[in-house]
């Protein structure tokens, strides 16, 4: 079985995708299997990866790469192509096809969406996904997502969890309390890590964290994610609630930090309005952090009975969720066992073998 996976972002600091690219790369080749990276755009002097010359951006690939990968699946005798990007740029290869499509949020929030997302998902991905052999996603919700808005057959989708990379665990108090003089903050603290865009309902996080500040005023709230406060209606929120001086943004930190921050937190507070997965409350629990996390979309697949779950809405109720995880050392106790249980029981070695019983079911189907 000669695989071809396609690689894209990965030339700059990589998101959720990037890393689900990664790290399932990573555990199929772990596994045995013969892999090609088709990697669109940049260089390489890896003989086990493909450049797709011209299509370091996404129009590029969706158009100019899926050329490219045709040529590259005849020449190499591929036997098929995963493309974990979600765009499915596979229209022209004979080899078999497979796709992970993340989740569908330029459905569910089409506001929030970019031209180029509305393009994807209203027009190209309802065309192209008919055409793939089988569909990955990560989560029932996003499975239940995508057979409704896009018209796919129950059959064709399948369900395979990500995971937290092994590096995820906790860290010891040295290396946390180095970690966070580098990046200049100060314990304690709460700690959200993401994007800063609406879904993530930050607005509502420093609403909730307003509230706390009123019973104490001893933790300031970390904030991981590209530096963007300044320049959203975020800033107008932090002004008004009086937290300036309260709530540090790091903006980008390398994903070798993220387990000392994750493990030196108090508690970790993710209170998004929608996920395909939500990698993070994983991490956090991984690295025995307890978490307070939405009770909607994908998020309570993930933590299961392993973390405090609320309506992201209800700002009371976040408030007090959190001051619960904080004040209750029982509860925390509980949590913090619960979640590194629950953490280990998602790993790249299972997200590997499911994909690889995936790409045998699709091999065998024609």
Not at 239 to 262: Q, S
Request: proline share 6%; aromatic share 6%.
């Amino acid at each position: 079985m000669k695989i071809g996976m396609i690689s894209y972002g990965l030339d700059r600091a990589p998101g959720g995708i990037g890393r689900y690219t990664l790290e399932l790369s990573a555990a199929l080749r772990d596994a045995g299997v013969s892999l090609i990276t088709l990697q669109a755009g940049g260089h390489s002097a890896d003989p086990a990866t493909l450049v797709l010359r011209g299509s370091r951006l996404l129009p590029a690939l969706m158009t100019l790469g899926q050329v490219q990968i045709a040529l590259a699946a005849h020449r190499h005798d591929l036997d098929l192509v995963h493309d974990p990007t979600g765009s499915a740029p596979l229209g022209l290869t004979s080899a078999r096809r497979v796709a992970t499509i993340h989740d569908v949020i330029p459905f569910v929030y089409p506001d929030t969406s970019t031209r180029l997302d509305w393009l994807i998902y209203r027009l190209w991905l309802p065309l192209v996904a008919r055409r793939l052999d089988t569909i990955i996603t990560d989560s029932q919700q996003s499975r239940s997502d995508l057979i409704r808005y896009l018209a796919l057959k129950p059959e064709r989708v399948k369900i395979i969890p990500m995971a937290a990379a092994p590096h995820y665990r906790p860290v010891s108090r040295t290396i946390v309390e180095q970690t966070l003089a580098r990046l200049g903050i100060r314990a304690p603290y709460l700690l959200f890590v993401g994007s800063l865009e609406v879904r993530k309902n930050l607005t509502r996080l420093f609403e909730a964290y307003a509230r706390l500040r009123t019973w104490s005023r001893q933790w300031t709230l970390v904030v991981v994610g590209a530096r963007k406060l300044r320049q959203s209606p975020l800033s107008a929120t932090v002004r008004r609630l009086g937290l300036e001086p309260n709530i540090h943004v790091t903006g980008y930190v390398a994903e070798e930090d993220l387990p000392a921050l994750y493990s030196g937190a108090d508690l970790f507070v993710f209170p998004s309005l929608y996920e395909g997965f939500g990698l993070p409350p994983l991490e956090a629990m991984a690295c025995g952090t307890p978490v307070v996390t939405s009770n909607v979309s994908s998020l309570p697949e993930v933590v299961g009975d392993a973390a405090l779950t609320v309506d992201p809405y209800d700002v009371t109720a976040l408030a007090r969720a959190m001051e619960r995880a904080l004040t209750d050392a029982t509860l925390r106790t509980d949590l913090r066992a619960k979640g590194l249980a629950r953490a280990a029981q998602f790993t790249w070695e299972r997200t590997a073998r499911e994909t690889l019983e995936v790409y045998r079911q699709a091999l065998n189907s024609r």
